[in-house]
């Protein structure tokens, strides 16, 4: 079974689930909240705590979702079936790290674009607000993407699904929250250039001691 035939089976089943459906519902709100409401953000720019929210709520539903996913489907036997067959144990962890995350981007720039379109109708967008934007999808996407490898993890390494849970609501949300403060409090310190590298270095290093993890295990 190659890469692609599982990635679009991951897709298929991770569209269906109440989190994905709660993504593509809940970040637009999130994302018109922050243009209809007007908030003291003593000098942080709206877009960075746009971003900061998108990333963090979107990115701890992915943790969630996976971690709880990958330990589900352990103790429920199932790689068992797919190991007996000529699948690499990479390509199961792979694919559902892109499954989600391919998800993740159309959620996000599908409330992204809901909030263009809100102020285009009321007049109010601007090319600084269109830079903006880019930077904070930039941000999110990144902040997401950081997320969903250490769902991955935790869902490799964590013995139950409760615990899977439980460690991917926490310290999820800590670490996608963890790595926007850097860029918000040091002046001069570009979010959409700083963020995206330590992001996905770090996705890297986590996905690669997934697949390590997993290679290990026994079924």
Do not use: C
Not at 35 to 64: F, H, K, N, W
Not at 67 to 86: A, C, K, M, W
């Amino acid at each position: 079974m190659s890469l692609k035939i599982l990635l679009k089976d991951e897709i298929r089943g991770f569209i269906k689930t109440k989190v994905m459906m709660s993504l593509f519902i809940g970040l637009p709100l999130l994302s018109l909240l922050f243009r209809t409401i007007q908030m003291d953000t003593e000098g942080i720019p709206a877009s960075t705590l746009t971003a900061l929210l998108l990333g963090t709520v979107g990115g701890t539903l992915a943790s969630v979702l996976l971690g709880t996913n990958i330990s589900t489907e352990i103790q429920n036997h199932v790689y068992d079936l797919f190991l007996i067959r000529p699948v690499k144990r990479w390509h199961l962890i792979i694919s559902k790290y892109i499954a989600v995350y391919v998800l993740l981007i159309g959620g996000t720039i599908f409330s992204m674009s809901i909030s263009v379109l809100y102020d285009t109708i009321q007049g109010t967008y601007s090319q600084v607000i269109f830079l903006n934007d880019l930077e904070s999808l930039i941000v999110v996407l990144s902040m997401m993407s950081l997320a969903s490898s250490f769902g991955i993890i935790i869902g490799t390494f964590a013995k139950s699904v409760a615990v899977s849970a439980i460690l991917s609501i926490y310290l999820g949300n800590q670490l996608t929250a963890l790595l926007m403060l850097p860029a918000t409090f040091i002046e001069g310190l570009d979010p959409s250039v700083f963020t995206p590298i330590i992001a996905y270095v770090a996705t890297a290093a986590m996905l690669y001691l997934a697949v390590l993890r997993f290679n290990k295990k026994q079924f």
